[in-house]
């Protein structure tokens, strides 16, 4: 499966974006679909996580109250709906999926496939 993101641009601080996560020739019936995010010069970090199966999600401390994951009714889209963005959340976002809508935690290793990315810069 390959994952493509979209949404991705240039804002304010205090503006929003949706992201979009959409994988080639399936859906995510049944998935754990995580969000992560790498700024220049640091580490990959979780964000976020949705399982498909029964839509539960999870958020990092840092985005709660922020950052909304959700999907279409027919499993093809996993958006990221990212409000009062901060100069901090300027990174390339990544989601990526696991074929086990049970699996929803935010660790690199348990995820089998990745997009390339898109870029969220955040202007102050």
């Known amino acids: 499966v390959q994952l493509v993101e979209s949404g991705g641009g240039l804002v304010q601080t205090g503006q929003s974006l949706r992201l979009s996560c959409v994988p080639s020739?399936?859906?995510?019936?049944?998935?754990?679909i995580g969000w992560f995010r790498q700024a220049p010069g640091k580490e990959r970090e979780g964000v976020s996580c949705?399982?498909?199966?029964?839509?539960?999600?999870y958020y990092e401390d840092f985005v709660k109250g922020r950052f909304t994951t959700s999907t279409d009714s027919a499993k093809t889209t996993v958006f990221l709906q990212m409000n009062s963005l901060k100069p901090e959340d300027t990174a390339v976002y990544y989601c990526?999926?696991?074929?086990?809508?049970?699996?929803?935690?935010?660790?690199?290793?348990?995820?089998?496939?990745w997009g390339k990315g898109t870029q969220v810069t955040v202007s102050s």
């Open positions: 990526a999926a696991l074929p086990d809508g049970t699996a929803c935690e935010l660790i690199e290793n348990v995820f089998d496939h």
């Open positions: 949705i399982s498909t199966r029964d839509g539960s999600t």
């Open positions: 020739g399936s859906s995510f019936d049944d998935w754990a």
